[in-house]
Nanobody, 123 residues
Framework: QVQLVESGGGSLQSGGSLRLSCAAS????????MGWFRQAAEKEREHVAS????????TYADSVKGRFTISRDNAKNTLYLQMNSLKPEDTAMYYC????????????????WGQGTQVTVSS
């Protein structure tokens, strides 16, 4: 099992940057495919970025390609999401997720979720 705790959210103006962190305890993140999802008000949760556990292959939503970067530090057991050139439409609760099978990440049904961290971008 793994417990996930996100941090790094906040409020900022359009064009700014934030780095979200997801600290894991329990099993090491290296044993999971890891990812970030977000949910805006009155919208469904959507995949933002993910990384496969063995190949480290990264996948991004089209809306964040070129602006967001997912990474992880196995030594710190932490997942990151660097977000640049933020836009008001990026406003959402951001969730960290871990999946034993990458197919679960793709389908939006990972094994574990964090509690979320709020990102608010104003124009």
């Amino acid at each position: 099992q793994v417990q996930l705790v996100e941090s790094g959210g906040g409020s900022l103006q359009s064009g700014g940057s934030l780095r979200l962190s997801c600290a894991a305890s329990g099993d090491p993140v290296s044993t999971y495919s890891m990812g970030w999802f977000r949910q805006a008000a009155e919208k469904e949760r959507e995949h933002v970025a993910s990384m496969q556990r063995y190949t480290w292959t990264k996948t991004y939503a089209d809306s964040v390609k070129g602006r967001f970067t997912i990474s992880r530090d196995n030594a710190k057991n932490t997942l990151y999401l660097q977000m640049n050139s933020l836009k008001p439409e990026d406003t959402a609760m951001y969730y960290c997720a871990a999946a034993s099978d990458y197919g679960k990440m793709v389908s939006g049904t990972p094994d574990y979720w964090g509690q979320g961290t709020q990102v608010t971008v104003s124009s």
